[in-house]
């Protein structure tokens, strides 16, 4: 899949200060566009206008649409899982896109070079989205097609195995998560949560229970409710560094000698990618351009 590869080349492009907040910034987009390409655009039928249209005009019937479309598209989900554990975690293993690249790289472009390794670090801005999206159907479905469950217990069980094995002894650690895609992992399960309430509320209707339907709100109001607390309570947590912490770093360099070296490093370590002139600079931007466009309208 190449459109995670052109978000975080975009992510390079737009000038972040670190490969982590690079990452980080494309797995929220690779998430938004799964959720859009492979969830919503699977449910709506017919034509996309239409659709959209009647939506915009009847938004108090979009429920009952989502559940009626949830439904029908069961079958399309359990294979869909199935496909993305089945071959998506075999490539995961054999790695062959990699293989091909070293190949090629190293009878053409890297031929005399010396030998590197061709695995680079847990390409989180690629596994994160994908697992989240599975999370995410998988709590829409538990209410309208439980028998989907088993399948997606399945999937987590094999990509547990295969992760453990690709973390251990394949991929290098090219730098510490320190917890930073937790608050982004909890968002995606509280999307999955506030759909599942959504469908719930539709499928009460279809089903003429009323009461119920009018049941599932408060449960709704009370979701969001404790997402915001969980931000106002937990997400500081995770935006601000602890001073204990940069003490002991500090404490660490100093010991080393390497305080200012650190310190002059931080001065002249980050440079807008926009202002470094560079030939490539141009043709890289048309062509990270030319591979979304390609693969949104594929």
Not at 7 to 14: A, F, H, P, T, W
Not at 32 to 57: P, R
Not at 234 to 244: A, D, E, G, I, N
Not at 258 to 271: L, P
Request: aromatic residues 16%.
């Amino acid at each position: 899949m190449l459109f995670p590869f052109a978000m975080l080349g975009m992510d390079k492009l737009g000038g972040s200060i670190s490969k982590s907040r690079e990452e980080i910034k494309a797995c929220n987009m690779v998430f938004y566009f799964l959720v859009g390409n492979v969830f919503f655009l699977s449910l709506i039928s017919g034509s996309l206008l239409d659709e959209l249209g009647e939506y915009f005009t009847h938004p108090r019937s979009i429920p009952s649409h989502l559940a009626s479309a949830v439904s029908a598209q069961a079958d399309f989900f359990v294979t869909y899982i199935l496909t993305d554990g089945l071959s998506g975690f075999s490539l995961e293993i054999l790695q062959p896109g990699l293989l091909v690249w070293d190949a090629v790289k190293s009878r053409t472009a890297g031929r005399g070079d010396e030998e590197n390794p061709y695995l680079y670090s847990l390409p989180y801005f690629r596994i994160i989205p994908s697992v989240s999206l599975s999370i995410l159907i998988g709590m829409v479905y538990a209410v309208v097609a439980p028998l989907m469950l088993p399948f997606l217990v399945g999937y987590f069980y094999l990509g547990y195995v295969v992760y453990v094995n690709q973390i251990e002894d394949v991929y290098e650690t090219a730098y510490d998560t320190c917890g930073q895609y937790w608050p982004y992992v909890h968002h995606y399960i509280f999307i999955g949560i506030i759909l599942m309430q959504i469908t719930m509320i539709g499928l009460f209707g279809l089903k003429s229970k009323p009461s119920a339907s009018i049941a599932t709100i408060p449960l709704l109001l009370l979701t969001i409710m404790f997402n915001e607390y969980c931000k106002i309570r937990f997400l500081p947590t995770f935006r601000h560094y602890s001073v204990k912490d940069a003490v002991e770093h500090d404490e660490q360099d100093r010991n080393f000698g390497e305080m200012e070296i650190n310190c002059e490093n931080a001065r002249s370590a980050y440079c807008q990618p926009n202002f470094a002139t560079t030939k490539l600079h141009g043709i890289k931007v048309y062509f990270l351009a030319a591979i979304g466009f390609f693969i949104v309208i594929s």
